[in-house]
């Protein structure tokens, strides 16, 4: 789908399907679709309105035909909701739905009214952004292990999607924002993309070359050996019950001019979790492909700051392998000393993402970053507390969480802050080592939060579960049920906001 902007008026666009817009209890329409309702003999306010009731509640949703008065083949008029209550985060979630709708209609070229940019009088960057964002996030599927030609052919027809605009003063700044709106969008599929791959395909080897194949990113990938004499044993322990060779990955973005500051982004690549000896029923185990997700968002991440350029050096750190139960597998009991000196007991090889974690982090903070933010499906218990409504943030920097929350919410995620009590540790003390790798059955999402601290000495670091985020089961918002990306638009607005 291609998304262009045109200067003309409504009432002239050529096109399959005109969408125009109407706030919640207006009766007579101005701007666009006043003018498109004028040219329609008020069609839209006598009787859509009128006689069909039309509220014009958010995504309500009303098609009918235009019998040749004006060149568009059909109208689609979408309800914004309360006027008072529109915002960027609206115009996302309507423009998903406007497409899933258009695509349902088998339209293949679909013209629309810039939603905010007239009465509610957002900016029209913004708008644009959001509008471009919520139709490729909503126009997004993944069907390319569907052999039927049918399943896919009511889908994925639209061909171009074109943003009307008649004042010429707004076409930059509109064009701008879809422009940004395209990368973080596409970015946001690239992670669902890897996410929905099974975990045959998405291996850590998989996981490496996509990382290796991004433009404008550095990428180095170190192999066991290389890892081993790192020094990083509590990665490799997970790794080794697994046939699949680990890769740590390391991709990195410089800016070409200022640095304002030095990030790492440090994603959990466990592209299968078995649970390992510990092994998971299967019930559980059964979206395990997704415990890669957090190594999904890093890599459509760094495309998206490939594709915007900001003036801050950002690292994408993923120790990837798979977690499984193999003969070399490590034990419960075990005993592995961390790249950073610190010992940790084995209480329970299914609390395997914190050690591969732990191993990253420190190697990330010897990069000299001065932020760290690791992003992993990384306990149940955040599901229990959050559902899949919210990720769960914690850290070490109150200022640091309470930004990352800020872009979160502006970019349409949720984070929600979860405490890292000192009295946590408590529950992570081993009789025979530093500490181990799992608490008890009490606030499971901050005592893997305060383990994973252990391995941080003096950056400014944040933790983000998106164990209930990552994969949905029901459509929230503009964000259609299965793999999400999730964190990616959230971190890229974070970077950016640098
Ligand atoms: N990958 C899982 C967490 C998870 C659960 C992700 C549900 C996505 C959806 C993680 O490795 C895990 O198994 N955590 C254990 C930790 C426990 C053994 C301390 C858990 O949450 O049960
Ligand atoms: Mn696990
Ligand atoms: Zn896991």
Request: hydrophobic share 40%; charged share 30%.
């Given at each position: 789908m291609k998304i262009t902007v045109k200067k003309i008026s409504l009432t002239e666009a050529s096109c399959d399907l005109l969408v125009v817009n109407l706030f919640e209890n207006v009766k007579s329409p101005g701007?666009?679709?006043?003018?498109?309702?004028?040219?329609?003999?008020?069609l839209i306010s006598d009787y859509i309105i009128k006689k069909e009731g039309f509220k014009g509640k958010l995504n309500e949703m009303y098609v009918l035909p235009t019998h040749g008065k004006i060149p568009a083949d059909k109208i689609l008029l979408v309800g914004l909701g309360k006027s008072e209550e529109f915002n960027p985060g609206k115009i996302r979630e309507v423009s998903s739905k406007v497409i899933k709708k258009?695509?349902?209609?088998?339209?293949?070229?679909?013209c629309t009214i810039l939603h905010g940019a007239g009465t509610a009088g957002l900016e029209a960057f913004e708008c644009a952004r959001a509008l471009t964002e919520g139709a490729i996030i909503g126009n997004y599927d993944f069907d390319k292990y569907k052999s039927k030609k049918d399943d896919k052919?009511?889908?994925?027809?639209?061909?171009?999607?074109?943003?009307?605009?008649?004042?010429?003063s707004k076409l930059d700044d509109i064009q701008q924002g879809v422009e940004k709106g395209r990368i973080i969008a596409l970015a946001t599929n690239i992670a669902r993309d890897l996410i929905?791959?099974?975990?045959?395909?998405?291996?850590?080897?998989?996981?490496a070359e996509a990382a290796q194949s991004i433009n404008g990113i550095e990428c180095k990938v170190l192999e066991k050996d290389e890892v081993e004499k790192m020094g990083m044993r509590l990665y490799l322990a997970v790794s080794r019950g697994s046939a699949e060779p680990p890769k740590f990955i390391h991709m990195k973005y410089t800016p070409q001019g200022e640095c304002r500051k030095k990030v790492a982004i440090v994603g959990k690549g466990v592209t299968f979790d078995s649970g390992g000896l510990d092994l998971k029923p299967p019930s559980a185990m059964r979206m395990m492909k997704e415990d890669m997700s957090g190594s999904a968002a890093a890599i459509g991440i760094m495309n998206a700051i490939a594709g915007l350029k900001p003036d801050v050096e950002v690292h994408g750190i993923i120790a990837a392998c798979e977690n499984m139960p193999g003969s070399r597998a490590y034990k419960p009991g075990d005993v592995i000393k961390a790249m950073n000196g610190k010992t940790v007991e084995i209480d329970n090889t299914d609390a395997e993402g914190r050690l591969t974690l732990a191993d990253a982090i420190h190697?990330?903070?010897?990069?000299g970053v001065e932020e760290i933010i690791d992003i992993a499906t990384l306990t149940g218990a955040?599901?229990?507390?959050?559902?899949?409504?919210?990720?769960?943030?914690?850290?070490?920097?109150?200022?640091?969480?309470?930004?990352?929350?800020d872009s979160a919410e502006k970019g349409g995620e949720r984070f929600w802050q979860l405490p890292l009590y000192d009295e946590f540790k408590d529950d992570i003390k081993s009789d025979v080592a530093d500490m181990k790798n799992a608490g008890g059955r009490y606030a499971g999402a901050s005592t893997a939060g305060i383990f994973l601290k252990e391995f941080v000495s003096k950056a400014k670091w944040a933790h983000i579960d998106i164990a209930?985020?990552?994969?949905?089961?029901?459509?929230i918002k503009e964000m259609p049920k299965g793999a999400t990306g999730s964190g990616v638009r959230a971190i890229v607005n974070y970077i950016l906001s640098l």
């Amino acid at each position: 789908m291609k998304i262009t902007v045109k200067k003309i008026s409504l009432t002239e666009a050529s096109c399959d399907l005109l969408v125009v817009n109407l706030f919640e209890n207006v009766k007579s329409p101005g701007g666009g679709t006043g003018a498109v309702d004028k040219a329609l003999d008020n069609l839209i306010s006598d009787y859509i309105i009128k006689k069909e009731g039309f509220k014009g509640k958010l995504n309500e949703m009303y098609v009918l035909p235009t019998h040749g008065k004006i060149p568009a083949d059909k109208i689609l008029l979408v309800g914004l909701g309360k006027s008072e209550e529109f915002n960027p985060g609206k115009i996302r979630e309507v423009s998903s739905k406007v497409i899933k709708k258009a695509g349902s209609l088998k339209a293949k070229t679909v013209c629309t009214i810039l939603h905010g940019a007239g009465t509610a009088g957002l900016e029209a960057f913004e708008c644009a952004r959001a509008l471009t964002e919520g139709a490729i996030i909503g126009n997004y599927d993944f069907d390319k292990y569907k052999s039927k030609k049918d399943d896919k052919e009511d889908k994925k027809k639209i061909e171009t999607l074109q943003i009307i605009e008649i004042e010429e003063s707004k076409l930059d700044d509109i064009q701008q924002g879809v422009e940004k709106g395209r990368i973080i969008a596409l970015a946001t599929n690239i992670a669902r993309d890897l996410i929905y791959e099974p975990a045959c395909e998405a291996t850590p080897t998989r996981l490496a070359e996509a990382a290796q194949s991004i433009n404008g990113i550095e990428c180095k990938v170190l192999e066991k050996d290389e890892v081993e004499k790192m020094g990083m044993r509590l990665y490799l322990a997970v790794s080794r019950g697994s046939a699949e060779p680990p890769k740590f990955i390391h991709m990195k973005y410089t800016p070409q001019g200022e640095c304002r500051k030095k990030v790492a982004i440090v994603g959990k690549g466990v592209t299968f979790d078995s649970g390992g000896l510990d092994l998971k029923p299967p019930s559980a185990m059964r979206m395990m492909k997704e415990d890669m997700s957090g190594s999904a968002a890093a890599i459509g991440i760094m495309n998206a700051i490939a594709g915007l350029k900001p003036d801050v050096e950002v690292h994408g750190i993923i120790a990837a392998c798979e977690n499984m139960p193999g003969s070399r597998a490590y034990k419960p009991g075990d005993v592995i000393k961390a790249m950073n000196g610190k010992t940790v007991e084995i209480d329970n090889t299914d609390a395997e993402g914190r050690l591969t974690l732990a191993d990253a982090i420190h190697y990330a903070e010897n990069q000299g970053v001065e932020e760290i933010i690791d992003i992993a499906t990384l306990t149940g218990a955040c599901v229990v507390a959050l559902g899949q409504l919210a990720s769960g943030i914690m850290g070490n920097d109150r200022e640091f969480v309470n930004a990352l929350v800020d872009s979160a919410e502006k970019g349409g995620e949720r984070f929600w802050q979860l405490p890292l009590y000192d009295e946590f540790k408590d529950d992570i003390k081993s009789d025979v080592a530093d500490m181990k790798n799992a608490g008890g059955r009490y606030a499971g999402a901050s005592t893997a939060g305060i383990f994973l601290k252990e391995f941080v000495s003096k950056a400014k670091w944040a933790h983000i579960d998106i164990a209930g985020t990552a994969y949905i089961d029901k459509e929230i918002k503009e964000m259609p049920k299965g793999a999400t990306g999730s964190g990616v638009r959230a971190i890229v607005n974070y970077i950016l906001s640098l």
